[in-house]
């Protein structure tokens, strides 16, 4: 079966890409490059484009044969989508939009969407489920929201199949191959960590310590990138068993503190990491943590990677190796 991966250029697309293809799927890659690697596309065709040639996505659809489309291509950085909402509505709502439009046209019609927590907003209580209350604080969980909106439409028009997986904190890296986290500029607690640990930072900023939690610091669900990719591989076979639109949260329901994340990047490095404490940011929830077991029953999704110390193991043999990323080995 063959599988259009949008965005599998990028950090969690180029581990799902890998994956499909070694559960026996053909991915063929379509990414811009804007954000992701050519590096980091280890299997599969690749072909560099933008999601939103509706024209270019059609003859993709039809010449490859493709059965299914991961997409992945969203913009997703909280503060630039405060600073340029434009950007992300442009991208996220209406590109994404052109996507779906090329798959009605062809009669592709399975469609796993890579969402996020940010559209739940601050938590009302935790673990947070599917059900919970949706009021997103920024146009990035805004643009998200409004498109799970889009595919829900979809499903009733055309008859579109799709499950939407609502990240958490996607950390590591795959444990067998050559790809890892590579944002410019990076923006995620546990690669700036190592980046500090390797000392391309002086040091850490530690946003906020009288947060309302156990050691003042924000808590929250980190979720190996693994396991994430698993999740979308089980998303794809679900649909290709009948299974109904529906939506699943990926987490590991267990928070950790910001503390606790660079205490033990230190007990793994066996590095020193430098840190200096700054206020909080704005909007920055004390505790966001997912309730996965909607997954885990309806698709027997069983994260392989559940501690702590095994994401950030994953994450450091990954950045000794590309201290530069995908520029520098």
Same mark, same amino acid.
């Given at each position: 079966?063959?599988?259009?991966?949008?965005?599998?250029?990028?950090?969690?697309?180029?581990?799902?890409?890998? /994956?499909?293809?070694?559960?026996?799927?053909?991915?063929?890659?379509?990414?811009?490059?804007?954000?992701?690697?050519?590096?980091?596309?280890?299997?599969?065709?690749?072909?560099?484009?933008?999601?939103? =040639?509706?024209?270019?996505?059609?003859?993709?659809?039809?010449?490859?044969?493709?059965?299914?489309?991961?997409?992945?291509?969203?913009?997703?950085?909280?503060?630039?989508?405060?600073?340029?909402?434009?950007?992300?509505?442009?991208?996220?709502?209406?590109?994404?939009?052109?996507?779906?439009?090329?798959?009605?046209?062809?009669?592709?019609?399975?469609?796993?969407?890579?969402?996020?927590?940010?559209?739940?907003?601050?938590?009302?209580?935790?673990?947070?489920?599917?059900?919970?209350?949706?009021?997103?604080?920024?146009?990035?969980?805004?643009?998200?929201?409004?498109?799970?909106?889009?595919?829900?439409?979809? /499903?009733?028009?055309?008859?579109?199949?799709?499950?939407?997986?609502?990240?958490?904190?996607?950390?590591?890296?795959?444990?067998?191959?050559?790809?890892?986290? /590579?944002?410019?500029?990076?923006?995620?607690?546990?690669?700036?960590?190592?980046?500090?640990?390797?000392?391309?930072?002086?040091?850490?900023?530690?946003?906020?310590?009288?947060?309302?939690?156990?050691?003042?610091?924000?808590?929250?669900?980190?979720?190996?990138?693994?396991?994430?990719?698993? @999740?979308?591989?089980?998303?794809?076979? @679900?649909?290709?068993?009948?299974?109904?639109?529906?939506?699943?949260?990926?987490?590991?329901?267990?928070?950790?503190?910001?503390?606790?994340?660079?205490?033990?990047?230190?007990?793994?490095?066996?590095?020193?990491?430098?840190?200096?404490?700054?206020?909080?940011?704005?909007? /920055?929830?004390?505790?966001?943590? @997912?309730?996965?077991?909607?997954?885990?029953?309806?698709?027997?999704?069983?994260?392989?990677?559940?501690?702590?110390?095994?994401?950030?193991?994953? @994450?450091?043999?990954?950045?000794?190796?590309?201290?530069?990323?995908? =520029?520098?080995?």
């Amino acid at each position: 079966m063959k599988v259009l991966v949008t965005g599998g250029a990028g950090y969690i697309g180029s581990h799902v890409t890998l /994956d499909l293809s070694r559960q026996g799927f053909e991915p063929v890659v379509l990414d811009d490059l804007s954000k992701g690697h050519r590096e980091a596309v280890q299997a599969g065709k690749f072909i560099q484009g933008s999601m939103g =040639d509706q024209k270019l996505v059609q003859e993709i659809l039809t010449q490859e044969k493709i059965e299914v489309v991961v997409h992945l291509s969203a913009f997703s950085l909280v503060g630039e989508s405060v600073q340029k909402p434009g950007k992300y509505f442009r991208n996220n709502i209406a590109n994404s939009l052109a996507l779906l439009d090329a798959m009605m046209t062809c009669g592709v019609k399975k469609f796993v969407f890579s969402s996020t927590a940010a559209v739940y907003g601050e938590p009302e209580s935790t673990p947070i489920d599917e059900d919970h209350p949706k009021q997103p604080k920024n146009p990035y969980g805004f643009s998200k929201l409004t498109y799970e909106g889009i595919l829900e439409a979809y /499903d009733r028009a055309y008859g579109l199949k799709y499950i939407s997986l609502r990240y958490f904190n996607a950390a590591g890296a795959d444990p067998e191959a050559e790809i890892g986290e /590579d944002h410019k500029p990076e923006s995620h607690l546990i690669p700036i960590i190592l980046q500090t640990a390797l000392g391309l930072r002086d040091h850490l900023e530690l946003y906020g310590t009288d947060y309302p939690t156990p050691d003042g610091t924000c808590i929250r669900d980190y979720i190996h990138v693994s396991d994430l990719s698993q @999740a979308h591989l089980l998303a794809i076979k @679900a649909l290709n068993n009948g299974k109904n639109s529906t939506v699943y949260n990926l987490g590991n329901g267990q928070g950790y503190s910001n503390r606790q994340v660079i205490e033990t990047a230190q007990r793994v490095t066996g590095r020193e990491i430098p840190v200096i404490e700054t206020p909080r940011r704005p909007g /920055d929830p004390a505790v966001l943590v @997912a309730s996965s077991e909607k997954i885990r029953k309806e698709l027997g999704w069983n994260p392989q990677y559940p501690q702590l110390e095994e994401i950030i193991a994953t @994450a450091w043999r990954w950045h000794k190796n590309h201290p530069q990323g995908y =520029d520098k080995k």
